[in-house]
């Protein structure tokens, strides 16, 4: 889809490669509700909405700013983040980010998520019923391969250099991928295969995919680099936040503590407090506005020594402007689930999704050392970072 106003020839493409949705849910943006005049365009576009009753479908628009639309959009921005970290990790012409952002995309269908919905599947197996992350994960995006040429003559070698670019399901035979080949343009190839070791070391080989890159730098141009990755912005960037160390590696003294009597209204602890609260899937973070209050204005709940007896009830805001009514005990427990002793927000580790190695990371000739005559190797995980998913549906 070109433009917006493709999008009633996106829908109708849906509707033939994977069926007709019970409903569809957009964000009531113009070309959503736009209704067609019932007359035959020059463009072939109709109305989105009269394509949906035609197909026996219905609309749902969200309305502006709800979380549903906010989740939809985590997901779009880590896509776009992960063929970010692909272009610059493998060295890919800007000019390739179509395909880049389309490996990813498939990439985040085919693996697991903490969806209930999802029944154990990932959703590409709901949608289709096709399960094929291994054929996804064997090759990674720009990774060299060689694929058949039809139109090879003597003496062009048959089997030429590609990078592969990911799968594609409209052309060719089942598990099709698509091929950068040496003059820049890009083919479907579904005989294809990786380079075997010999080909990897062999220097004649090395010299020729070196000189393969440099035929393509000139015709797509140079690699996306790290520094032009930041200035596309925060949505295709992964943050890097600082790294740190403990102050003090003396072990902390057992200390007991003994939890004061919370007081019922006077010098209440939960209000202004900020707590992190899952909605539609994502965590979102919220302000304890005030108590919960009866129709005379008394304070609903009870207050207690032990958090988990704490009935008190509370109106916890978000940026958003909803509201949602959570009692002490639940507070108490999101805040200990996101702070550490000294009070700083935490993150909680979902999984690990990607990793990348700077100029500090061991080469071969540096992997071992001899000394007194005994060889062995360094352990070291100087100069590598890895890229891990937070619980909130972000990455770092």
Same mark, same amino acid.
């Given at each position: 889809?070109?433009?917006?106003?493709?999008?009633?020839?996106?829908?109708?493409?849906?509707?033939?490669?994977?069926?007709? &949705?019970?409903?569809?849910?957009?964000?009531?943006? $113009?070309? $959503?509700?736009?209704?067609?005049?019932?007359?035959?365009?020059?463009?072939?576009?109709?109305?989105?909405?009269?394509?949906?009753?035609?197909?026996?479908?219905?609309?749902?628009?969200?309305?502006?700013?709800?979380?549903?639309?906010?989740?939809?959009?985590?997901?779009?921005?880590?896509?776009?983040?992960?063929?970010?970290?692909?272009?610059?990790?493998?060295?890919?012409?800007?000019?390739?980010?179509?395909?880049?952002? %389309?490996?990813?995309?498939?990439?985040?269908?085919?693996?697991?998520?903490?969806?209930?919905?999802?029944?154990? $599947?990932?959703?590409?197996?709901?949608?289709?019923?096709?399960?094929?992350?291994?054929?996804?994960?064997?090759?990674?995006?720009?990774?060299?391969?060689?694929?058949?040429?039809?139109?090879?003559?003597?003496?062009?070698?048959?089997? &030429?250099?590609?990078?592969?670019?990911?799968?594609?399901?409209?052309?060719?035979?089942?598990?099709?991928?698509?091929?950068l080949q040496k003059n820049g343009k890009v083919v479907v190839r579904s005989t294809f295969r990786g380079l075997e070791d010999k080909e990897v070391h062999d220097p004649v080989q090395i010299k020729a995919r070196e000189a393969w890159d440099e035929n393509v730098k000139g015709l797509l141009g140079a690699a996306l680099t790290e520094e032009e990755l930041k200035k596309l912005g925060s949505e295709w960037n992964t943050p890097?936040?600082?790294?740190?160390?403990?102050?003090?590696?003396? &072990?902390?003294?057992?200390?007991?503590?003994?939890?004061?009597?919370?007081?019922?209204?006077?010098?209440?602890?939960?209000?202004?407090?900020?707590?992190?609260?899952?909605?539609?899937?994502?965590?979102?973070?919220?302000?304890?506005?005030?108590?919960?209050?009866?129709?005379?204005?008394?304070?609903?709940?009870?207050?207690?020594?032990? &958090?988990?007896?704490?009935?008190?009830?509370?109106?916890?805001?978000?940026?958003?402007?909803?509201?949602?009514?959570?009692?002490?005990?639940?507070?108490?427990?999101?805040?200990?689930?996101?702070?550490?002793?000294?009070?700083?927000?935490?993150?909680?580790?979902?999984?690990?999704?990607?990793?990348?190695?700077?100029?500090?990371?061991?080469?071969?000739?540096?992997?071992?050392?001899? %000394?007194?005559?005994?060889?062995?190797?360094?352990?070291?995980?100087?100069?590598?970072?890895?890229?891990?998913?937070?619980?909130?549906?972000?990455?770092?």
């Amino acid at each position: 889809m070109r433009k917006e106003a493709h999008g009633p020839l996106a829908l109708e493409h849906l509707f033939k490669t994977v069926g007709v &949705p019970d409903k569809v849910v957009g964000d009531d943006s $113009q070309m $959503q509700t736009r209704e067609s005049s019932g007359r035959r365009h020059i463009t072939h576009l109709d109305g989105f909405k009269r394509k949906l009753r035609e197909a026996g479908s219905s609309f749902q628009a969200l309305e502006g700013h709800s979380q549903w639309g906010n989740a939809a959009e985590t997901r779009v921005r880590e896509a776009k983040r992960r063929s970010g970290r692909m272009m610059a990790r493998a060295g890919v012409s800007p000019k390739l980010w179509d395909h880049a952002l %389309e490996h990813s995309r498939r990439l985040e269908s085919a693996v697991a998520k903490d969806i209930y919905k999802l029944n154990g $599947q990932v959703p590409e197996t709901m949608l289709s019923g096709d399960t094929y992350i291994s054929t996804i994960c064997q090759y990674g995006f720009y990774d060299w391969v060689k694929y058949r040429d039809p139109n090879a003559k003597y003496p062009d070698d048959e089997m &030429p250099y590609g990078r592969y670019l990911g799968l594609i399901d409209d052309v060719g035979a089942a598990h099709s991928a698509k091929i950068l080949q040496k003059n820049g343009k890009v083919v479907v190839r579904s005989t294809f295969r990786g380079l075997e070791d010999k080909e990897v070391h062999d220097p004649v080989q090395i010299k020729a995919r070196e000189a393969w890159d440099e035929n393509v730098k000139g015709l797509l141009g140079a690699a996306l680099t790290e520094e032009e990755l930041k200035k596309l912005g925060s949505e295709w960037n992964t943050p890097v936040y600082e790294s740190y160390a403990d102050n003090s590696t003396e &072990p902390l003294p057992d200390v007991v503590e003994e939890l004061p009597a919370t007081p019922d209204l006077a010098n209440d602890v939960y209000l202004g407090a900020h707590v992190s609260i899952p909605r539609g899937g994502v965590p979102s973070h919220g302000k304890v506005k005030r108590r919960v209050t009866d129709s005379d204005g008394n304070p609903l709940g009870r207050a207690s020594e032990l &958090p988990t007896l704490d009935s008190r009830r509370y109106v916890v805001e978000f940026p958003d402007g909803d509201e949602m009514e959570l009692t002490a005990n639940v507070i108490a427990e999101r805040m200990c689930a996101s702070v550490d002793q000294v009070g700083n927000d935490l993150l909680l580790l979902d999984a690990f999704v990607d990793y990348r190695k700077t100029g500090d990371a061991l080469t071969l000739e540096d992997q071992f050392i001899s %000394e007194n005559g005994v060889t062995y190797a360094r352990r070291s995980t100087i100069g590598w970072e890895i890229c891990v998913k937070w619980t909130n549906g972000s990455t770092s």
